[in-house]
């Protein structure tokens, strides 16, 4: 998570870190906002409900949950292959029989983004919004 967070801030990103505890050391350094649930692994639903796409990368149970609420509420869904875990299992599959939302595979963190940014249903739309709620806090 911190490398994405980093990966993230490097490109000139506002970086939000939805953590499952209270405790704010849960957080890494690179994040702009943490929203400290309280609320443990049920997190999992807070960060893959507030995504308009989803990236997968190496993972293990929590991230196959989230990629699963991701796939349960229609949302792209793009995996990072050659990371292991969830990510390498999930790639190019629908996640179950009623074929919601086809899982896509990219071989780089920047195909990923690409795929994510041009399957996201609203854009950029999502972004623009939290960047200018954030400018009013």
Known sequence: ???????????????VGIIPHEDMSYANGFCDIVIPT??????????????DTCIVVGGGAGTYIEACVAYQKGKPIVALTGTGGTADKIADTFLDDRKTVKVMA???PGEA???ALESASNGK???????SVARMI
Request: charged fraction near 25%; charge should be positive; glycine fraction near 14%.
């Open 1 to 15: 998570m911190e490398a994405a967070c980093r990966g993230a801030k490097e490109k000139g990103g506002m970086v």
């Open 38 to 51: 309280g609320i443990g692994f049920a997190r999992n639903f807070v960060t893959a409900y507030s995504a």
């Open 106 to 108: 990219a071989s780089s």
């Open 113 to 115: 983004v690409e795929k």
């Open 125 to 131: 739309k999502g972004l623009k919004y939290f960047q």
